[in-house]
């Protein structure tokens, strides 16, 4: 393979698994802060009343089942049997179809940690590369071309998200959970929804395309920042 191919696709490469890694960095990152549910059920309504005094637990029961629900995603082998006092009255807290949609959302969850791990990997890897041989100055082009088309779809996204969020929340339902329907969860019954309701949703979203935009943003400016050196320098 001739050098420039080489080069070519290497700079394709860790644009590419940046791009990746930065996205599943803020997924994770905003999905398991802790401090940002307990913002959210501070500051969201249900029906008039807040997330706990809907449910009919209190602030500290809804904490400890943030954090045993959280948990659970990230641990293949932990259960989701947790009974709790619900309105006066020692309950199960999920039902069985909330417990199955759970099994579905903890391996997609599974499957996101690891292509992080990976793309952190190798986007690392091959940047200790380039910066051993002391040739970064194809990537900052390489990348900005990455970044323009990445824009171009976050753009879209982000129009879908303000515009309509319930259609592209139901899309991404669609498609990551096509083979059932237990995600249709009811507000007035079903303690998982509660937990996170749709606004909910929204906010955690929209945090995230804004981190993954700044992360992407950061990168480019350290590249051009190195490029700029070098063309100085030369």
Do not use: C
């Not at 292509?115 to 900005?144: E, P, Q």
């Amino acid at each position: 393979m001739p050098k420039t191919n080489y080069k070519k696709i290497i700079n394709i490469v860790i644009s590419l698994s940046y791009v990746l890694f930065s996205f599943l960095l803020a997924v994770h990152f905003w999905s398991f802060n802790e401090s940002f549910y307990e913002s959210e059920h501070n500051r969201l309504k249900l029906y008039g009343k807040s997330i706990a005094e809907h449910i009919g637990i209190s602030n500290e029961d809804l904490k400890e089942l943030t954090s045993f629900t959280l948990n659970y995603l990230n641990d293949p082998d932990a259960s989701l049997d947790i009974q709790m006092v619900v309105n006066g009255e020692l309950r199960e807290i999920f039902t069985d179809d909330e417990k199955l949609h759970m099994v579905d959302v903890r391996k997609l969850n599974l499957t996101a940690n690891y292509l992080l791990i990976i793309s952190g990997i190798v986007f690392s890897v091959l940047m200790i590369y380039l910066i051993y041989k002391k040739d970064l100055n194809d990537l900052y082009y390489t990348y900005r071309k990455v970044l323009f088309y990445a824009g171009i779809v976050i753009g879209i996204l982000g129009l879908w998200i303000v515009i309509d969020f319930d259609s592209f929340w139901t899309m991404f339902h669609h498609i990551f959970f096509s083979g059932n329907d237990l995600w249709l969860l009811d507000l007035r019954k079903d303690i998982l929804i509660m937990i996170v309701p749709p606004e909910f949703f929204f906010h955690l979203v929209t945090i995230i395309v804004v981190s993954f935009i700044a992360l992407l943003v950061v990168f480019y400016m350290i590249l051009k920042s190195l490029n700029g050196r070098k063309v100085r320098n030369d």
